[in-house]
């Protein structure tokens, strides 16, 4: 197995290291790190440095995989993904990132199935099991999911992510108090991360709970100056707490400091300094990246619809929210959550009959 190096072999066997030992080994390892500081073009050269030093090396088209996941070239990644598997058809590790590659195209049954098939292989490997988690939340699938998320959870119990995982299912099965208890704890193994807050803030949000909405959101938003898109909940949150003017002066506060991005022109037209058309327009340009743009620009929509009380238009914006079906997407149940709850009362009068 490659997870033991050749210089344990000689302490467990007491036989001498591989005469010939993997060169491109040592590279490999110093691109994931460079990988998990941020450093994704470094990481790249790296694979690419490994594959140099030895054509067939399964970690480092796993590297450069990664890499190319990280950058969205979800098909690059695949195709990596399907060359260190022919090289190491036995090592889950290609089949995980296979999943992960098939994730980001959307193809959410062909994802869990790639993920099912690392944990055979790799049994402990945490990221298998929480990318069929992630599948199946995808799909709607939530009592697997929630049992791949457990498992998960138990393997890295120091791992915020998979208890997020968990909240997430826990949320979809409507146990609402025990998905925030999920956060809790996830706030708990690691207070700086953004994600339990962010989940919590969803969660809170998506039952009408502003107030606690806002404050999650805050956090998040503190814990994770880089991610805007909590700043574009905050706003949302304020304004069905205390109108539109307070939450428009934070808007146009934060307006010249956001990065560049999808959440940029969310926010200028939020900010009333863009239509509904060229935001729709920008998200089918994006669609092919990212195709959960759409449900999302529709959320936004009906968001900002609602903040002006024209519960007719929002109801429209939030059906075609739901309708994108992209249940990956906070917008889209934060969308079905909207028309399940506030705007019922909306849909019922559609579906009545006028005399």
Partial sequence: MRLISSCLLVVLLGVPAAAHP??????????????????????????????????KSAGAHDLRGNARLQQGDADGALDDGQQAEKLDPVDGTAMDLRSAARYAMRDYADAASQARRATQYRPQMVSAWL?????????????????????AAALGP????????????????????????????????????????????????????????????????????????????????????????????????????????????????????????ALLKLADSLAEQAPARRCEAWFYIGSAALLHHDTIKATTAFQRAVRTAAMDSDAWSSAQAALKSELKSELKAELTPHS
């Fill in 22 to 55: 993997d060169p491109a080994r040592a590279v490999v390892a110093q691109g994931f790190a460079r990988l998990a500081r941020g450093d994704v073009q470094g990481a790249l050269a790296a694979a690419n440095q490994a594959l140099k030093l030895n054509p």
């Fill in 131 to 151: 990318h069929l988690s992630q599948a199946g939340i995808a799909q709607g699938n939530y009592p697997p999911a929630l049992e791949a998320a457990q498992r």
């Fill in 158 to 277: 120091r791992n915020v992510e998979p208890l997020v995982a968990v909240a997430r299912c826990q949320a979809g099965l409507g146990d609402v108090s025990d998905a925030l208890a999920s956060c809790k704890k996830a706030t708990g193994l690691n207070p700086k991360s953004p994600m339990p807050y962010a989940f919590a803030g969803l969660v809170e949000y998506n039952r009408g709970h502003w107030k606690a909405a806002l404050s999650d959101y805050q956090t998040a938003a503190r814990l994770s100056p880089r991610a805007p898109q909590f700043r574009l909940r905050v706003y949302l949150c304020q304004g069905r707490l205390n109108g539109l003017k307070q939450a428009m002066g934070d808007l146009q506060a934060f307006l010249p400091t956001s990065s560049p991005g999808w959440p940029q022109p969310v926010a200028n037209y939020l900010a009333g300094q863009t239509d509904e058309n």
